[in-house]
């Protein structure tokens, strides 16, 4: 690894930020300062061909910046090897320490580009929607809060297929793998920390859920009933969890601003995630990106075919009876 410059330091005004999301991710893992201390000087051993130490003397300097007004003895600069570490310990991407509400280059991951990224996507998402309370979403598949893990399992291996037929099989299975995992997570944590979620469908998706076409060609026909009854189930239980099913004529409109795209989410004002087909994730904190896909979300939602609940479950019941 090149030696860094002096010079390329994290300056002040930035600091606070910072400061803050280390001390919010200290709290969800449960680590005093002399623990992540500890943490970061062992991966610094090990990354670094010139170690260095971060003391918990080093990590409450760089906490006193979560103040308004801190301490003269607080951290002035954060140089990027303590960056690495402290994003790496914390297991948090090292983008989301920075904050990205001012840049307009939305952030590119690949799923596996590192055994971590499972644990930042995680994080991400999570952090995300206790912030904002809430989660809006479009995505061509039931989002694995909604649907059984076989289903999810099923739609992930045919949505990855042609990785598969391009002699990437071990690609495919690993990314089946990865998101399997993420949903996995992600449904007990909605048991365990219910809040809001819309999930917007295409009445054309739904229908191919129902009768065995597109994605779902490989999938049995009793995943997919089962997956509707659980569906409706859910609907029926969880209040905070609602399905808004959008038209073909609004679906026709929209579907070349979606080619690529297997979903889009924003949690409030907060954020926009998007998951292509090809299993890479976009993301970004702009106020000027999340806004454009908030209002369009919201377009969707209120120009939508069905949205009352009762409206939904019946035609969930209907397309239940019709599987094949």
């Given amino acids: 690894m090149p030696k860094v410059s002096p010079l390329a330091v994290i300056e002040p005004a930035r600091l606070r930020q910072i400061a803050l999301r280390i001390r919010n991710r200290m ?9 992540l201390a500890r943490r970061c000087t ?8 010139e170690p260095f130490f971060m003391t918990r003397e080093r990590i409450a300097k760089i906490l006193m910046n979560c103040h308004k007004e801190p301490k003269p003895s607080a951290a002035k600069v954060l140089m990027p090897q303590e960056l690495e570490v402290l994003a790496i310990a914390l297991k948090v ?17 690949d799923p596996l580009a590192h055994p971590g990224r499972r644990e930042e996507l995680l994080h991400l998402m999570n952090f995300f929607e206790e912030r904002s309370g809430e989660a809006l979403v479009w995505a061509e598949g039931l989002l694995c809060s909604l649907t059984t893990p076989e289903l999810h399992r099923a739609y992930h291996q045919a949505l990855f297929a042609e990785l598969g037929e391009l002699g990437l099989q071990r690609e495919k299975q690993q990314l089946v793998t990865f998101y399997e995992a993420v949903g996995e997570a992600r449904r007990e944590r909605r048991r365990q920390r219910p809040s809001r979620l819309t999930q917007l469908l295409f009445l054309s998706d739904l229908k191919k859920l129902a009768h065995g076409d597109g994605a779902y060609r490989i999938v049995g026909e009793e995943i997919c009933r089962r997956a509707i009854g659980e569906l409706q189930r859910l609907l029926e239980k969880r209040q905070e969890i609602t399905l808004t099913v959008i038209g073909e004529q609004r679906e026709r409109e929209l579907r070349w601003m979606l080619q690529g795209i297997e979903s889009v989410g924003v ?6 995630i998007i998951r292509m087909r090809n299993g890479c994730v976009l993301w970004s904190e702009n106020r000027e990106w999340v806004g454009h896909y908030s209002r369009v979300l919201k377009r969707l939602r209120d120009q939508a075919v069905c949205r009352e609940p009762q409206a939904v479950l019946e035609l969930l019941e209907k397309l239940g009876a019709s599987v094949r």
């Avoid at 709290?27 to 623990?35: P, S």
């Avoid at 991407?93 to 991951?109: C, F, H, N």
């Fill in 27 to 35: 709290g969800d893992l449960g680590l005093t300062e002399e623990a």
């Fill in 42 to 49: 062992n991966l610094a051993e090990n990354r670094f061909p």
């Fill in 93 to 109: 991407p090292q983008e989301w320490l920075l904050g990205q509400a001012e840049s307009r280059d939305m952030i590119l991951w």
């Fill in 267 to 272: 949690c409030g004002d907060q954020v926009v």
